[in-house]
Nanobody
Framework: QVQLVESGGGLMQPGGSLGLSCAAS????????MAWYRRAPGGRRELVAR???????TYSDSVKGRFTITRNNAANTVSLQMNSLKPEDAAAYSC??????????????WGQGTQVTVDY
């Protein structure tokens, strides 16, 4: 079985920075796309950033120029560096990975999420 665990969330003032990390562990054969999503209270889950195995990235228009997604294939981790934070960035951030384990099928696995609060 595979699990994803996020870390790095917390409270930051507007204009500040936070770094999130997500580690995939278990009996993993391969990890393809990895991504960060977020859901604000009362809002819809939205894609924040995605990165392929080879390092190609996609960003939401709302975070372009401020957030950077990276990955370490050897460690099966993905990170999200968030700069110039705005109040509207406050949300529960979740990691998703397209993973194949020894059980056989490819599947999308999700972490439990980490809360990001942007306030004074």
């Amino acid at each position: 079985q595979v699990q994803l665990v996020e870390s790095g969330g917390g409270l930051m003032q507007p204009g500040g920075s936070l770094g999130l990390s997500c580690a995939a562990s278990g009996d993993i054969i391969a990890v393809n796309d990895m991504a960060w999503y977020r859901r604000a209270p009362g809002g819809r889950r939205e894609l924040v950033a995605r990165i392929t195995h080879a390092g190609s990235t996609t960003y939401s228009d709302s975070v372009k120029g401020r957030f950077t997604i990276t990955r370490n294939n050897a460690a099966n981790t993905v990170s999200l560096q968030m700069n110039s934070l705005k109040p509207e960035d406050a949300a529960a951030y979740s990691c998703k990975a397209n993973v194949r384990a020894t059980t056989g099928p490819w599947q999308n696995d999700w972490g439990q999420g980490t809360q990001v609060t942007v306030d004074y």
